[in-house]
């Protein structure tokens, strides 16, 4: 049974910098891609990165490219977000998820019906 356990989040100010971790057991990961989510309150949860977890190629939603980065840590099964620049909008409950997918490229994988496991979410909330 996969199992995803996020971690990391809290209140910042606008401009600081929090790090999501994803710990992913249950299964060897190898040909697995790992994604983050995030839903704000009143609103449909939206794709944030992706990272295809052998090869390290990763993919960002245009709102986050250049603030965020998505890295994993193969030895410890853990899946990060590196969450620099953080804006109010940024507000959300983060989600971390996963799946073995068949062909794709990490431009598919923006959507969560790609994903199978999921993790319960960390709420990240920037103030201004």
């Known amino acids: 049974q996969v199992q995803l356990v996020e971690s990391g989040g809290g209140l910042v100010q606008a401009g600081g910098s929090l790090r999501l971790s994803c710990v992913a057991s249950?299964?060897?990961?190898?040909?697995?891609?790992m994604g983050w989510f995030r839903q704000a309150p009143g609103k449909e949860r939206e794709f944030v990165a992706t990272?295809?977890?052998?090869?390290?190629?990763?993919y960002y939603a245009d709102s986050v490219k250049g603030r965020f980065t998505i890295s994993r840590d193969n030895a410890k099964n853990t899946v990060y977000l590196q969450m620099n620049s953080l804006k109010p909008e940024d507000t959300a409950v983060y989600y971390c998820?996963?799946?073995?997918?068949?062909?794709?490229?990490?431009?598919?994988?923006?959507?969560?019906?790609?994903?199978?496991?999921w993790g319960q979410g960390t709420q990240v909330t920037v103030s201004l």
């Open positions: 998820a996963t799946v073995r997918p068949g062909y794709f490229t990490l431009a598919t994988m923006t959507s969560e019906n790609r994903y199978d496991y």
């Open positions: 249950g299964r060897t990961f190898s040909n697995y891609v």
């Open positions: 990272v295809h977890w052998s090869a390290g190629t990763t």
